[in-house]
């Protein structure tokens, strides 16, 4: 199996503030929603904490990579709770964003999709493996916090989701079974995700549903 020739302390430096800011952004997302469900401080935090770790634990374990780094590093903790204070303080700003949630599980998705993707190909997982860590990554984290906030999470209607997810996957572990993964292909990746999330929610974007009988 051919594997990218990624100087190791580089795609572990990409790997962390890749995961770290995709981290602190889902976070955020946990927290706006939180705070719009009228939780209390603990309530947000908890939010926070499921948003911006739930999917990379998942991930973790799923490729074998046990304890889950956010288990071992303060870091994700530290990151989660920050953007859960920034939430519980700043929401009202925030919210002049626009659809703040959404905005911020848009930059989460693509965030968490390349990284993803990007560890399970550095595990040296098979490339549609590699994608589909990465979808799972970064769908994770925000069925979490929507189950929890009593919400239909975004992966199961009918909104364009996981499949931009997917597309941000794709760019990294294509860039890794050439050997040409770095910061470029994860900005790649990135943009990628989070621009046709964008799009799709700018243009009302739907994935198929099954056609329903006529009355």
Known sequence: MQTARVEPDVAHALQLAVDLIGTFVFALSGALLAVRKDLDAFGVAALSLAAGMGG?????VLIGAVPPVALVDARYVIGALAAAAVGFVSHHQLERLGPAVRLFDAAGLAFFA??????????????FAAVGMGVVTAVGGGILRDVLADELPLVLRREIYAVAALLGAGVVAGAYALGQYGPVAAAVGIALTFLVRLVALRRNWNAPTAPQPPD
């Open 114 to 127: 390349v990284a993803g993707a990007a560890k399970a190909s550095a595990a040296e997982l098979p490339a």
């Open 56 to 60: 990379g634990m998942l991930r973790d």
